[in-house]
């Protein structure tokens, strides 16, 4: 009698990144393409999404994970709906980004680098980004606001579903 093993069912995970690598052509070259390609889809990189690159693609684990958390548009935790980026570049913390960094912290119960339990904010911080002369400088889901005050603030994240 000849016993058969089933090949386990392929999960979201491995139907999404089998996808996104076929796009690429399996081009082992294009690695940091199809991870930024993940990150802007899913909002992460998980481990699952990391293990599944790196079988499917055929490149060692360490190398995926070398790229994944070198480069800082990935992220291997969760991140909110909004990200909300504070620049703390020198130009704008001579003009009161870490203040304004206390003050986004504080309405949102925040700490740089965590996401809030309802995954509707995760707050960074960055060291600059290109527009100087014009902060303090704060970004939201890819708009720049530069000097806002505490209720331009409360009102954008109220706003901010
Ligand atoms: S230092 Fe903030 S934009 Fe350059």
């Known amino acids: 009698m000849v016993s058969r093993t089933k090949s386990p069912k392929p999960t979201k995970v491995s139907t999404t990144v089998s996808k996104v690598i076929r796009n690429y052509q399996q081009d082992k070259d294009k690695l940091i393409q199809i991870l930024l390609y993940l990150q802007s889809t899913l909002g992460w990189l998980s481990r699952e999404v990391l293990t599944e690159v790196s079988e499917q693609l055929q490149v060692p684990i360490t190398?995926?994970?070398?790229?994944?958390?070198?480069?800082?548009?990935?992220?291997?935790?969760?991140r909110g709906r909004?990200?909300?980026?504070?620049?703390?570049?020198?130009?704008?913390?001579?003009?009161g980004s870490p203040r304004?960094?206390?003050?986004?912290?504080?309405?949102?119960?925040?700490?740089?680098?965590?996401?809030?339990e309802d995954m509707r904010f995760t707050l960074e911080t960055v060291n600059c980004l290109g527009c100087c002369?014009?902060?303090?400088?704060?970004?939201?889901?890819?708009t720049y606001h530069t000097k806002p005050s505490p209720?331009?603030?409360?009102?954008?994240f109220e706003s901010a579903k």
């Open 82 to 95: 909004h990200i909300i980026k504070v620049c703390l570049g020198t130009a704008c913390q001579v003009r």
């Open 63 to 78: 190398q995926v994970y070398q790229i994944a958390s070198y480069y800082k548009a990935f992220s291997l935790m969760p």
């Open 151 to 156: 209720s331009d603030l409360r009102k954008l």
């Open 100 to 116: 304004l960094l206390d003050t986004i912290s504080a309405m949102l119960n925040l700490k740089p680098c965590e996401t809030s």
């Open 133 to 142: 002369a014009m902060g303090p400088v704060v970004v939201v889901d890819e």
